[in-house]
């Protein structure tokens, strides 16, 4: 089953130190070729359905760039109801990928029930958000069950208490210097801790300074002319700026926290501070979500903001996902799709010369079970999600 | 991205908590540690080892075909 394509990264070593490493890709990035010719509204009906791994981030970035495309209008509201939506997504990515990848760190049993919680939350978001069922699509209703919203919100909550901090997300958000973070782990045995005790009591090698900038904002113009060059197709599968390689993702969002700033002391862009980077941005979202449902019932009036229409026919959809950002560009005439772009995150980080490259350069290992161990922990640590098949030469 | 591809439930080894699925002529082996009352016949979205969550076979055929005009198959 090869469908979902995968990464293949190959780690040539001597001494057990990684002297080079090649990185393939097979993943299919030519998909969104399918949607040319298509009606609008029909790509967008098929976008979750190819794309249902953070379906919901790559469904908000079609519709802005379908929008923009096609010159209309959005109620302030559906914008706002629509990010709330991607950030639930990413808290249950975030949850999911904690409580399946960590759990072997850690003898608390996966609940069944805590699954379950996860596994409806998506669906009962939307329902909450967008009750007449018209999420993503152009023109959706402005129908939101702010009591249902809060549910939500609870849930998420609870379920970050109890399986992964011990503490409310909130308060665990203030955690600002290494000693709290260290008395947090003593004290604590929720997934999260289990794990992150291991790494910091184990002498870790794959720290220090990769080189690598987080990807800066980049302007929309700009990106809309990358994508309509001859060559597109090459920086869609391997992206850089203006010739420099770039990082995105939970720990490029978290970079001004204090605490990832003091674990970056010691840590450099390892494993720990993107981990802590991840648990972070997880126990901000429900505090985010809270002040975006303020927001939602602090005021009726309904204000129409106009889309920028210097991009004419074309629209690009930005929007951080759980694992990065993600820019979706659109190419329209008379409600036809003629072209249709993807650029992902795992690109930029799965760059031949990426962070991963650069991270598992920073390796070394007694033995080459432990460097392997090593590189999985380090490549699931900038991307939980993709399927990779990792050699040693 | 990630895709996860739609698979049908062909087996189930409850102690294992795992299911073979099979797509076109490919069986494979997913853990269901992530999905809950999944029974043989049913279809899955499968992602890296795992069953993501169940989809009905209309919606898991109409994936299918989408796949199958972007020219990628199994």
Redesign the interface.
Known sequence: ?????EIRIELQCQDDRVNQVVINSTR?L??P??FHGKAVDELLT?IP??????AT??SSAAVKACRQATGMTTDWRIQLLEQMLVNVETAREHL?RIM?DWSSHSETA?S?DH??T??TLMSDARQACFQQGDSFTLQPSISFDAAAIESIIQRIDQLCHEKIFAVSPAEWYQLEDQQAFNRWLDKCDTLAAALLRDLRDQTQSDSGDWGVEPLPSLDHRKVCRRLSETDADDFIAAPDWQGQIYETGPLTRQLSHPLIEQLMRPYGQGVIPRLVARLLELASIPAKLTRQLSRLKGTSDSIERQHESELSQQGLGEVE?A?GR?FHRAVQQDGVIRQYQ?V???EWNFHPRGVVCQGLKSLSAKHQKQLMQRAQLLIGAVDP???FQLELR | MCLAIPAKVIAIDEQADNATVELGEVRKAVSLALVEDVTVGDFVLIHVGYALNKVSEEEAQRTLELFAQAGVTP
Do not use: F
């Open positions: 089953m090869s469908i979902e394509g299919p030519n998909l070729k399918i098929m359905m190819l794309y249902s791994i953070c981030a790559q999911w399946s996966l069944r699954l379950a996860l596994a996902a694992r993600l993807i992902a995150p795992t999600c993709v399927g």
